[in-house]
């Protein structure tokens, strides 16, 4: 017989007096332990035992190591035994078991979890006969043996009049409270154990049920459960398992205090006594394969949903059901040192090197609790040191850091940083939980701005480690405002603008051309600055001809031509001729150069540099020539003097040359002309520049817009220069020269083209030499072999007679009739005399074939004309009194004004009307013939031999079209015309009109007189 060692007898007796006392009581505890068994308590019963075995190891102090088996008998009976480390089983253990919320633990340390003593009545979710084995004693609690107890004491009372108990026990239809009643009994835990709980399991589900709480049991527990350090989990339907070392697995954060007594003040009273808070946080480490269960542990697992990634147990108050948080201060209180202990874990996490922004949690809160508790933390974090800075060592709170939003790279972010208090680094990934926890967030452009202008910074590393991103537009955009350091010490804001000069350049020029420069307005970056990004963000990498054409240089070299300080001029003049010689054209010249080496936009304002002419006078360079030079034969030593010697020592005929001193006469671009327009008033303006040493340059100007039109864009005109500066005795000389040189021969035979315009207009030098050349050239004059009759137009002028063709073309002269442009032709008629004079034929003739020529360039609108004053003769006409005759037929006409006859077959006369601005007769003239003739056929001899006339022709004997008196008419062409005529002459003509054969009206006419004239025949025969 077992020893009743823990008074379970007396137990059982005060429980079953009591019931019999008050059945309501039985009815009580029956429904207490219903409601844990199958409500609260129906799924914990594996966390329920692991929890008791934590306190039990807790109170002995001693690891606790739990072993929880699931196996069957040979009967196939399912039970489930829990056993564990620690203090062995006692009585006031056991009477703490056979309680309802009555624990035993009540005054136990502070660190065990159970303190309720209602945890142990989950068992009765999965078995009715249950067993607490000991080193000290077991007991067993069996809902049978509770039965049979009950029976016999409702038995016993309804012997006595009392059928209460009875009745209360059949109403519950076999649900009792078998742990009300403990019994003593053998059993003993297994070898290495202290105590044992041993189930038999109710039923298949019950076996279910158990096997899936196994299968949960893992790193959350012992991490929920800090007494245990080890549990065992055996089924015989599946492989063992062990859990155990939950550090290896997890970063583990433990905080606890004492609470206020207030804060306690509305729990239960065997609550108000646990006035210790505890919170355990966990953090899986890198590449564990372990995940937070999401639910908060209170210590246990709760229904309240956690969205942090992490296990959370605290010591937070529960509502009955033992699976909610019980809203109130104490759970504020809790929830306070919880946001406190989770931003003290992430801050030793960030201390190590790891990223802790995957553990702030982004989106809508999972509940009520997580949203309290995320609302904490988050402000926790937020003034706890987090975050690796950019640059330096330590960490940044997050209130206090700032990130680029349009920054992702590390090495840029870091090289700001540097520069930057705060600046942290956040990979996209992470840039919504920065937003959670307060980190400013900055465009990199205002990043830009905050740059300090000054300072001792590592510029050129800045530099180097921005490179990398601006390769983005978008990049480049938000560093406009990057200070750049200059070679003078100041710093800039933005690259836009400031020169990087090459080494070898910065090397070859004196350090005073670059003070003189940056004095200018130049601005060089600081050489130790100078890096690739200041390029990509606008600066300037110019080479030395660059360098020569930038604006600072131009506004350098303009400011000094007007300064009356010689000094300062001197300066500037020195500093820009040292950077002239590092071009290589000028550096590699063996002699004089041209404007080629500089350029002609730059050869335009460097003329203004002000050298000394060999009087000692100061003179801008363009106003001097170099001694013993062409130009010094050609050009008058009183227009422009010769360089001091001194000057050409020092720099050299190459340099001095290639900035305006004349070795030869030189081609000056004009950039952008506009027929007409002089462009801006401004004198520094670059055609302005270009065009102060060209003499006469607005009549040019004007000259293009009276021949093309005004407003027409030519474009850039090359301009022979100083024509004016040309000694009295040398022009021939001159002309020869210029004929030589390419350059100087280009640019008096290129004709200036304007936009919506063929006609072609005479150069610069071309115009000028027609105009202003001594001895003086006529407007226009015959080149010889000229198809121009005698007297039209003057001979080359003998001065001049030995110069070639095209020149000679260039300076007037035509070969052709044909070729003379509108202004020539107002010469010419001019030299025919006034309206009414007598022109010899053979002039008209010439005249008039040139007008009629393919080759004649656009309208020539001339104010008088060649017309016809008979059949034969010819005389100078007003062109508002003209007419272009439609055909020969028309030149008969004498009350239509001065007709212009048109050669037949050379051109359409519509064309020639238009090239003299003249009206067609048919324009002017209906051209009816009035009555009718007598049809006559055409002889055969001819109609044989012109097979384009009619066959008949209509004779006259008085023909008048519009009333006028002619000799015949012509209505129509070919063979369909209608020949009008009053004698064999005028048939003649009128049969090779119609025909279109004027030239063989003679042989026609001769034909017609004489039909046997073999010769005439064959004459037309031949054509």
């Given at each position: 017989?077992?020893?009743?060692?823990?008074?379970?007898?007396?137990?059982?007796?005060?429980?079953?007096?009591?019931?019999?006392?008050?059945?309501?009581?039985?009815?009580?505890?029956?429904?207490?332990?219903?409601?844990?068994?199958?409500?609260?308590?129906?799924?914990?019963?594996?966390?329920?035992?692991?929890?008791?075995?934590?306190?039990?190891?807790?109170?002995?102090?001693?690891?606790?190591?739990?072993?929880?088996?699931?196996?069957?008998?040979?009967?196939?009976?399912?039970?489930?035994?829990?056993?564990?480390?620690?203090?062995?089983?006692?009585?006031?253990?056991?009477?703490?078991?056979?309680?309802?919320?009555?624990?035993?633990?009540?005054?136990?340390?502070?660190?065990?979890?159970?303190?309720?003593?209602?945890?142990?009545?989950?068992?009765?979710?999965?078995?009715?006969?249950?067993?607490?084995?000991?080193?000290?004693?077991?007991?067993?609690?069996?809902?049978?043996?509770?039965?049979?107890?009950?029976?016999?004491?409702?038995?016993?009372?309804?012997?006595?009049?009392?059928?209460?108990?009875?009745?209360?026990?059949?109403?519950?239809?076999?649900?009792?409270?078998?742990?009300?009643?403990?019994?003593?009994?053998?059993?003993?835990?297994?070898?290495?154990?202290?105590?044992?709980?041993?189930?038999?399991?109710?039923?298949?589900?019950?076996?279910?049920?158990?096997?899936?709480?196994?299968?949960?049991?893992?790193?959350?527990?012992?991490?929920?459960?800090?007494?245990?350090?080890?549990?065992?989990?055996?089924?015989?339907?599946?492989?063992?398992?062990?859990?155990?070392?939950?550090?290896?697995?997890?970063?583990?954060?433990?905080?606890?205090?004492?609470?206020?007594?207030?804060?306690?003040?509305?729990?239960?009273?065997?609550?108000?006594?646990?006035?210790?808070?505890?919170?355990?946080?966990?953090?899986?480490?890198?590449?564990?394969?372990?995940?937070?269960?999401?639910?908060?542990?209170?210590?246990?697992?709760?229904?309240?949903?956690?969205?942090?990634?992490?296990?959370?147990?605290?010591?937070?108050?529960?509502?009955?059901?033992?699976?909610?948080?019980?809203?109130?201060?104490?759970?504020?209180?809790?929830?306070?040192?919880?946001?406190?202990?989770?931003?003290?874990?992430?801050?030793?996490?960030?201390?190590?090197?790891?990223?802790?922004?995957?553990?702030?949690?982004?989106?809508?809160?999972?509940?009520?609790?997580?949203?309290?508790?995320?609302?904490?933390?988050?402000?926790?974090?937020?003034?706890?040191?987090?975050?690796?800075?950019?640059?330096?060592?330590?960490?940044?709170?997050?209130?206090?850091?700032?990130?680029?939003?349009?920054?992702?790279?590390?090495?840029?972010?870091?090289?700001?940083?540097?520069?930057?208090?705060?600046?942290?680094?956040?990979?996209?990934?992470?840039?919504?939980?920065?937003?959670?926890?307060?980190?400013?967030?900055?465009?990199?452009?205002?990043?830009?701005?905050?740059?300090?202008?000054?300072?001792?910074?590592?510029?050129?590393?800045?530099?180097?480690?921005?490179?990398?991103?601006?390769?983005?537009?978008?990049?480049?955009?938000?560093?406009?405002?990057?200070?750049?350091?200059?070679?003078?010490?100041?710093?800039?804001?933005?690259?836009?603008?400031?020169?990087?000069?090459?080494?070898?350049?910065?090397?070859?020029?004196?350090?005073?051309?670059?003070?003189?420069?940056?004095?200018?307005?130049?601005?060089?970056?600081?050489?130790?600055?100078?890096?690739?990004?200041?390029?990509?963000?606008?600066?300037?990498?110019?080479?030395?001809?660059?360098?020569?054409?930038?604006?600072?240089?131009?506004?350098?070299?303009?400011?000094?031509?007007?300064?009356?300080?010689?000094?300062?001029?001197?300066?500037?003049?020195?500093?820009?001729?040292?950077?002239?010689?590092?071009?290589?054209?000028?550096?590699?010249?063996?002699?004089?150069?041209?404007?080629?080496?500089?350029?002609?936009a730059a050869a335009a304002w460097l003329g203004l540099l002000t050298l000394t002419a060999a009087d000692g006078e100061p003179s801008p360079a363009h106003g001097l020539v170099l001694p013993g030079s062409a130009a010094a034969g050609l050009l008058d030593d009183r227009v422009l003097a010769p360089v001091a010697v001194a000057e050409v020592d020092r720099w050299g005929s190459a340099v001095l040359t290639a900035v305006g001193v004349r070795a030869d006469l030189v081609v000056t671009r004009v950039p952008d002309v506009v027929t007409g327009v002089l462009g801006d008033d401004d004198p520094d303006e670059p055609a302005a520049l270009a065009a102060a040493s060209l003499d006469g340059w607005t009549e040019y100007?004007?000259?293009?817009?009276?021949?093309?039109?005004?407003?027409?864009?030519?474009?850039?005109?090359?301009?022979?220069?100083?024509?004016?500066?040309?000694?009295?005795?040398?022009?021939?000389?001159?002309?020869?020269?210029?004929?030589?040189?390419?350059?100087?021969?280009?640019?008096?035979?290129?004709?200036?083209?304007?936009?919506?315009?063929?006609?072609?207009?005479?150069?610069?030098?071309?115009?000028?030499?027609?105009?202003?050349?001594?001895?003086?050239?006529?407007?226009?004059?015959?080149?010889?072999?000229?198809?121009?009759?005698?007297?039209?137009?003057?001979?080359?002028?003998?001065?001049?007679?030995?110069?070639?063709?095209?020149?000679?073309?260039?300076?007037?002269?035509?070969?052709?009739?044909?070729?003379?442009?509108?202004?020539?032709?107002?010469?010419?008629?001019?030299?025919?005399?006034?309206?009414?004079?007598?022109?010899?034929?053979?002039?008209?003739?010439?005249?008039?074939?040139?007008?009629?020529?393919?080759?004649?360039?656009?309208?020539?609108?001339?104010?008088?004309?060649?017309?016809?004053?008979?059949?034969?003769?010819?005389?100078?006409?007003?062109?508002?009194?003209?007419?272009?005759?439609?055909?020969?037929?028309?030149?008969?006409?004498?009350?239509?004004?001065?007709?212009?006859?048109?050669?037949?077959?050379?051109?359409?006369?519509?064309?020639?009307?238009?090239?003299?601005?003249?009206?067609?007769?048919?324009?002017?003239?209906?051209?009816?013939?009035?009555?009718?003739?007598?049809?006559?056929?055409?002889?055969?001899?001819?109609?044989?031999?012109?097979?384009?006339?009619p066959a008949t022709w209509e004779r006259h004997d008085d023909l008048r079209v519009d009333g006028e008196p002619v000799e015949w008419w012509v209505e129509g062409t070919g063979t369909e015309a209608r020949v009008h005529a009053v004698h064999l002459a005028g048939l003649a003509a009128g049969l090779a009109a119609a025909a279109g054969a004027w030239h063989l009206r003679a042989s026609v006419e001769a034909l017609l007189t004489d039909p046997g004239r073999a010769d005439a025949a064959l004459d037309v025969l031949l054509g």
């Open positions: 017989m077992t020893a009743d060692v823990f008074g379970t007898a007396a137990l059982r007796g005060a429980v079953l007096e009591a019931w019999r006392a008050s059945p309501a009581r039985l009815r009580e505890d029956a429904n207490t332990e219903e409601d844990h068994a199958r409500g609260y308590y129906r799924d914990r019963v594996v966390v329920e035992l692991a929890q008791n075995a934590a306190d039990a190891a807790v109170r002995a102090g001693v690891p606790g190591r739990l072993l929880l088996r699931l196996g069957r008998d040979d009967a196939g009976a399912w039970s489930l035994v829990a056993a564990n480390t620690g203090a062995p089983l006692d009585a006031a253990g056991v009477a703490s078991l056979a309680s309802m919320r009555a624990s035993a633990k009540r005054d136990a340390a502070p660190t065990t979890v159970g303190r309720f003593g209602v945890g142990f009545a989950a068992v009765r979710a999965v078995a009715d006969e249950v067993v607490v084995a000991s080193t000290s004693g077991a007991v067993r609690f069996s809902l049978t043996a509770t039965r049979a107890v009950l029976d016999e004491a409702a038995a016993a009372e309804a012997a006595h009049g009392r059928p209460e108990l009875g009745g209360e026990v059949g109403r519950r239809e076999g649900s009792l409270p078998a742990l009300r009643l403990p019994w003593e009994a053998p059993d003993r835990p297994p070898a290495g154990y202290d105590t044992a709980v041993l189930l038999a399991l109710r039923d298949d589900a019950a076996v279910d049920a158990v096997r899936a709480q196994l299968a949960d049991v893992g790193d959350a527990l012992l991490l929920a459960l800090p007494g245990l350090v080890e549990v065992v989990v055996e089924d015989d339907d599946a492989p063992p398992r062990r859990v155990a070392d939950v550090a290896s697995r997890w970063h583990v954060g433990r905080a606890e205090g004492e609470l206020p007594l207030a804060l306690l003040a509305d729990r239960p009273v065997e609550e108000r006594s646990a006035r210790r808070w505890r919170v355990t946080w966990a953090v899986p480490r890198d590449g564990a394969d372990v995940r937070p269960p999401g639910v908060v542990h209170a210590p246990t697992p709760t229904d309240e949903p956690l969205s942090l990634a992490a296990l959370l147990v605290a010591t937070l108050p529960l509502d009955p059901s033992r699976r909610h948080v019980a809203p109130g201060p104490l759970t504020d209180a809790v929830l306070d040192h919880a946001a406190e202990a989770w931003a003290a874990l992430l801050a030793d996490l960030a201390a190590g090197g790891r990223d802790v922004l995957p553990l702030v949690p982004a989106g809508l809160p999972h509940g009520g609790v997580d949203g309290a508790l995320r609302e904490r933390a988050t402000a926790a974090l937020a003034r706890t040191p987090l975050l690796r800075p950019a640059a330096g060592e330590g960490l940044v709170a997050p209130a206090r850091a700032t990130l680029v939003r349009d920054l992702a790279e590390p090495v840029a972010v870091e090289a700001l940083g540097a520069v930057l208090t705060g600046l942290v680094h956040v990979p996209p990934a992470g840039r919504a939980a920065a937003r959670v926890l307060g980190v400013e967030e900055r465009t990199l452009a205002e990043v830009v701005d905050d740059l300090p202008a000054g300072g001792d910074l590592d510029w050129a590393a800045l530099y180097d480690a921005l490179e990398p991103a601006a390769a983005d537009a978008r990049v480049r955009e938000s560093l406009a405002a990057l200070p750049v350091p200059l070679a003078d010490g100041r710093t800039v804001r933005g690259a836009r603008g400031t020169v990087v000069l090459a080494p070898d350049l910065a090397d070859a020029l004196a350090p005073a051309t670059l003070a003189v420069l940056r004095a200018g307005g130049l601005r060089v970056v600081d050489p130790g600055a100078a890096r690739p990004l200041l390029v990509r963000l606008g600066a300037g990498q110019p080479d030395a001809a660059a360098l020569l054409a930038h604006p600072a240089v131009r506004a350098a070299v303009l400011a000094q031509a007007d300064d009356d300080d010689l000094e300062h001029a001197r300066a500037v003049t020195e500093a820009v001729l040292d950077l002239v010689a590092t071009l290589p054209a000028v550096r590699d010249a063996d002699g004089p150069v041209g404007p080629d080496a500089v350029g002609h100007v004007d000259h293009l817009a009276d021949a093309a039109g005004a407003g027409l864009y030519v474009g850039d005109v090359d301009a022979v220069a100083d024509l004016d500066a040309v000694a009295e005795d040398a022009w021939p000389e001159v002309l020869e020269h210029v004929a030589s040189r390419p350059p100087l021969r280009a640019a008096l035979l290129t004709p200036v083209r304007a936009e919506g315009s063929s006609l072609p207009l005479p150069s610069y030098a071309a115009w000028w030499l027609r105009t202003r050349v001594e001895p003086a050239l006529p407007p226009v004059f015959a080149l010889p072999g000229s198809d121009a009759p005698a007297g039209l137009l003057p001979p080359v002028p003998a001065a001049y007679a030995h110069l070639d063709r095209d020149v000679l073309r260039a300076l007037g002269g035509v070969g052709a009739l044909a070729e003379l442009g509108p202004a020539d032709w107002d010469e010419v008629l001019d030299r025919l005399g006034a309206p009414g004079a007598r022109v010899p034929p053979a002039v008209a003739g010439a005249v008039w074939r040139a007008w009629a020529s393919a080759d004649v360039p656009g309208t020539l609108a001339p104010d008088v004309v060649v017309a016809l004053a008979g059949p034969a003769d010819a005389v100078v006409a007003e062109a508002s009194a003209a007419v272009v005759a439609d055909s020969p037929a028309w030149w008969q006409r004498r009350d239509l004004g001065g007709v212009v006859p048109v050669p037949p077959g050379a051109a359409d006369p519509a064309l020639v009307a238009e090239r003299l601005d003249l009206p067609r007769a048919s324009e002017v003239a209906a051209g009816t013939v009035d009555g009718t003739g007598e049809s006559e056929p055409v002889p055969a001899e001819v109609a044989e031999l012109l097979p384009g006339a």
